[in-house]
């Protein structure tokens, strides 16, 4: 997740200091995602350089050194952007447990049966883990960390799907070889003569 974008929709919503930033994200969204305050500075540093963002002291503020942010036009402007442009998940292309699939299939340490039921094994754990959390949320009050909850279930639902295919499978898995790179001629190449 985009911490940039985290915090420029929440200064679209009021104006705020890191500090408060940091507390409002945690409360907006609900989830473990934690973002250590060090990071919202350099974010809101880099925010301003870019112009997204401007800075100003507040009145009569406690702390006077604490910096207000809010959006610039500039701002509002990406921001807008941001929504309006779709985002295009990656579906583990190249992904650790591909590579270990694909390298027990061409001659590994363990089985791709070892491989693919100790994926399966952990998958269950997490929608098991995933489910119970689901359980203990309020529907009503908890509505986009319910949503959260629900895309995660799927995508879990779905890779124990794939994992059954690739097991369906397996005995063509087997038979994969990869292809042998073309040898290249060593050495320099020779100059042509004049």
């Not at 442009?85 to 791709?112: H, I, M, Q, W």
């Not at 309020?138 to 995508?155: C, G, K, Y």
């Amino acid at each position: 997740m985009s911490v940039k974008y985290a915090i420029l929709a929440l200064l679209y919503q009021r104006q705020m200091h890191g500090y408060e930033l940091g507390k409002q994200l945690a409360l907006a969204l609900k989830t473990d995602w934690d973002v250590k305050p060090g990071q919202i500075a350099s974010t809101l540093a880099r925010l301003e350089q870019a112009e997204l963002v401007e800075p100003h002291s507040a009145a009569g503020d406690a702390a006077p050194d604490r910096k207000i942010y809010h959006l610039t036009e500039k701002g509002v402007e990406e921001l807008r952007l941001w929504y309006l442009t779709a985002e295009v998940r990656e579906y583990r292309s190249g992904d650790a447990f591909y590579l270990k699939l694909v390298f027990s299939l061409t001659g590994g340490p363990v089985t791709p049966e070892q491989v693919l039921r100790t994926q399966r094994r952990r998958l269950y754990q997490e929608l098991h883990d995933i489910m119970a959390l689901r359980r203990q949320v309020d529907a009503d009050s908890e509505l986009p960390l319910l949503l959260l909850l629900e895309t995660v279930i799927l995508h879990l639902e779905a890779d124990l799907r794939w994992i059954e295919m690739c097991e369906g499978r397996l005995d063509d898995l087997k038979r994969y070889r990869p292809p042998k790179p073309q040898r290249q001629p060593r050495g320099r190449p020779k100059r042509d003569s004049e």
